[in-house]
Nanobody
Framework: QVQLMESGGGLVQPGGSLRLSCAAS????????MGWYRQAPGQQRELVAA???????NYADSVKGRFTISRDNAKNTVYLQMNNLTPEDTAVYSC?????????WGQGTQVTVSS
């Protein structure tokens, strides 16, 4: 069983930055993939960014060039640096970890971009 502890999020003005962190614990194995999804009101959950244990990354087109995902394998922690945020980035962001084809989810953290 993998537990995910998220931190970061909050309220930021358009053009601002936030950093999300997610630490995985509870397993002696490192997740194969860790990433972030988001869900805005009335919208389906979508992948924001993900990174494999080998460092391969994948981004949603809407965040390319603005968001950067990184991972510290020694700490089983994934980070999402979000720059140049827009109101369209407002959503609940949830951390995801995949281990042996099983998906684990964090509780979610609210990101609100508003002036």
């Amino acid at each position: 069983q993998v537990q995910l502890m998220e931190s970061g999020g909050g309220l930021v003005q358009p053009g601002g930055s936030l950093r999300l962190s997610c630490a995985a614990s509870g397993s002696r194995f490192s997740p194969d993939t860790m990433g972030w999804y988001r869900q805005a009101p009335g919208q389906q959950r979508e992948l924001v960014a993900a990174v494999t244990s080998g460092g391969r990354t994948n981004y949603a087109d809407s965040v390319k060039g603005r968001f950067t995902i990184s991972r510290d394998n020694a700490k089983n922690t994934v980070y999402l640096q979000m720059n140049n945020l827009t109101p369209e980035d407002t959503a609940v962001y949830s951390c995801n970890a995949r281990l042996f084809i099983i998906d684990y989810w964090g509780q979610g953290t609210q990101v609100t971009v508003s002036s």
